[in-house]
């Protein structure tokens, strides 16, 4: 009779023994013609791998599950369990493995920077390893889409350097010519460069052989899954290597901003440009200086070309009318930024 309630599929959750949770789940099938949506519901709130599998596969010989699937990789977080069965189940079925795309590889490396997957991390890093899930998605990737999964790399804070360094050669591998495309410069003044090689230097020869130290000590105290000083060196050491490699890309396609090659007779990297009022609704005069991605500092009016504030602005000239931070101005001066 519970069965038959309309209360079924919220009581159905709630049993809190997998067995009788799952017998619960086979008899709704026999007793109601609704069957199909009390499945529905319930594959988003099950957590169990062998009920989930059931309701799987008798709403895929339904031909309900299409659409689930779809929601669910787009919005991880509202299946979480069901989300990590297509995980797992993924490359053994054909309308699963068909979903392996950038989406999904961009989704998953989404559940890494959520807080609500944490008790999953580690399992679902290991699909970023070579052989295992991601390994399998670049196989289909474009070459754009390559290029945005290295960008999405490059930005994770949650993966580590040696599971990114080991994407990012498959994926050269699958796209020999990928480093042929013309870099774009990663400008910078010759005092921030200077500042910026320094600090590569100290990582490399100080922060990253010390760590490096304290790693070989910290094994050496036993059990490494209850060693915190091994945890904690290791994180630092990951931390380390990813600023480390982050700097040597940058350093590598820097250029100085030279004052003395700058063209101020339009607003370009290394010019102060002078903004006053455009009329009724515009704002205040602005002073702003466009320098690289290392000297931003909005508070004190300076702006990375790269910003789309700034990059809205590069190419005027004196006189035309612009729109920076949503109103509008006149360019009354554009000269070198150190001038």
């Known amino acids: 009779e519970l069965l038959l309630d309309r209360e079924a599929p919220k009581l159905v959750a709630e049993i809190k023994d997998r067995t009788l949770r799952k017998n619960a789940v086979s008899e709704i099938k026999k007793v109601r013609n609704d069957w199909v949506d009390i499945f529905s519901r319930l594959i988003r709130t099950e957590s169990d791998n062998q009920i989930l599998t059931v309701l799987y596969d008798s709403l ?30 993924i490359l053994s079925r054909a309308e699963l493995e068909e979903k392996l795309d950038y989406t999904f590889a961009q989704k998953l490396i989404g559940t890494l920077n959520n807080s609500s997957f944490k008790s999953h991390h580690a399992s679902l890093r290991k699909l970023f ?33 040696y599971r990114k360094d080991d994407l ?37 020869k100080v922060d990253i052989p010390e760590n490096t130290e304290q790693l070989r000590i910290a094994k050496e105290q036993g059990d490494l899954r209850e060693n915190f ?80 504030a700034a990059r809205a602005l590069l190419g005027k000239k004196v006189s035309d009318r612009v729109e920076f931070n949503e109103c509008e101005f006149i360019v009354e001066k554009i000269a070198v930024w150190n001038q």
């Open 229 to 308: 000083e091994y945890k904690a060196a290791r994180m630092r050491q990951e931390m380390l290597s990813s600023r480390a490699k982050t700097l040597h890309d940058q350093l590598s396609m820097s250029k100085i901003i030279d004052p003395r090659a700058v063209d101020a007779s339009t607003i370009n990297i290394g010019t102060k440009v002078f903004l006053g009022p455009a009329g009724s609704g515009s704002g205040e005069s602005q002073t702003i200086t466009i320098l690289g991605a290392w000297e931003s500092d909005p508070s004190k009016h300076i702006y990375s070309h790269l910003a789309p």
């Open 60 to 89: 895929h010989q339904a031909g309900a599950i299409e659409p689930i699937i779809l929601s669910v990789i787009a919005d991880p977080e509202s299946a979480q369990g069901f989300y990590l069965w297509i995980c797992r189940h």
């Open 129 to 161: 390893d070579p052989g295992a899930l991601i390994d399998k998605a670049i196989r289909k990737f474009s070459r754009d889409d390559a290029k945005s999964f290295v960008s999405l790399l490059d930005r994770s804070g949650s993966l580590e350097a």
């Open 168 to 204: 990012r050669n498959e994926i050269m591998r699958l796209f020999p010519d990928f480093n042929e495309e013309k870099k774009e410069y990663f400008y910078a003044t010759a005092e921030m460069l200077e500042q910026k090689r320094k600090e590569f230097e100290h990582l490399t």
